[in-house]
């Protein structure tokens, strides 16, 4: 392929304080059901949702309305950092819904720690899928701490890692 065809796909991140949410957009260039595949298959998803020099390292993942994923965030210099995510609603191949927490290598959730509500939606576009995240907060205080541990750019970080995985 040459240069001028590869298109350079940019992750989108927009945060709106006052209505206590973020969206994040990404396109590419592969089909839904392989994207959809890498969002909901641990040995894929451990493989790109952490920003390097971090991994992601599953323990647990039950994908369908009412299972969960138990992960871990490890660190370069071996820390660990666990959340789950508690699916919701589950639409194959369209979108899911999940609630996301910090927790203990046991699933315990933190409640010094925000949580946040995940929508994450998969269309066809015409080079590929695109990918859109919508994000709330119960509060603007949570989703300014979130802000403030650097999750834009570890997201997108991890977004970066996605497409190069594809």
Partial sequence: MTTSKIKLMKTIFTKDITNKKIDVAREFVAPVEKIWQAWTDPKLLDQWWAPKPWKAV????????????????????????????????????????????????????????????????????????????????PNEKDLQGIIEMGFEQGFTMAMDNLDGLL
């Fill in 58 to 137: 599953t323990k647990t993942k039950n994908f369908k309305e009412g299972g969960y994923w138990l992960y871990s965030m490890e660190g370069p210099a071996g820390e660990k950092h666990w959340s789950r995510a508690d699916y919701k609603k589950i639409s194959p191949f369209k979108f899911f819904t999940a609630q996301d927490a910090f927790c203990d290598e046991h699933g315990t959730i933190n409640p010094n720690f925000p949580r946040m509500d995940w929508t994450v939606e998969f269309s066809a576009t015409a080079t590929g899928t695109k990918v859109e995240v919508h994000i709330t907060f």
